[in-house]
């Protein structure tokens, strides 16, 4: 089953630019039959306090060995518990425009989770099928 790149190859546009006061902005661009894909994947986006920590100080911090323990652990959307903003514009051409808006602290935990998002061909044409349902 072929796997394919959310942040590279699913989408017009993935802008990441930091900003002057250390935030980070990401602005994606998703053609219209992706949108409910791209919906669906960013709200599934959990992190735990031991990811957080590890992002933040790195393999050297002590909890980074509880890294490969993280999934019994209190689980946190990433949408709003980790960002300053997170907005999502229906454009006239059909497409979605996501805004993320990430303090400096999350910056290396939602690259890192961003970079780690893929769909499959599977997946496409259920999300497709969704998108056609909603218009």
């Not at 959310?6 to 006061?21: I, K, M, S």
């Not at 980074?64 to 949408?79: G, V």
């Amino acid at each position: 089953m072929e796997k394919y790149s959310l942040t590279l190859e699913v989408n017009d546009h993935f802008l990441p630019n930091h900003l002057e006061d250390g935030r980070l902005i990401i602005s994606i661009l998703v053609p219209e039959k992706f949108r409910w894909l791209w919906i669906a994947k960013l709200n599934k986006l959990h992190t735990t306090d031991v990811e957080i920590e590890y992002y933040r100080y790195g393999e050297n911090h002590p909890c980074s060995a509880d890294i490969r323990n993280s999934e019994n652990m209190e689980q946190y959307k990433m949408i709003g518990e980790t960002t300053d903003h997170y907005y999502t514009t229906f454009l006239d051409d059909g497409r979605l425009e996501i805004s993320i808006l990430i303090p400096e602290r999350f910056i290396g935990l939602w690259i890192n989770k961003l970079n780690d998002l893929y769909t499959t061909d599977e997946e496409i044409e259920y999300y497709q099928s969704e998108n056609d349902k909603r218009e």
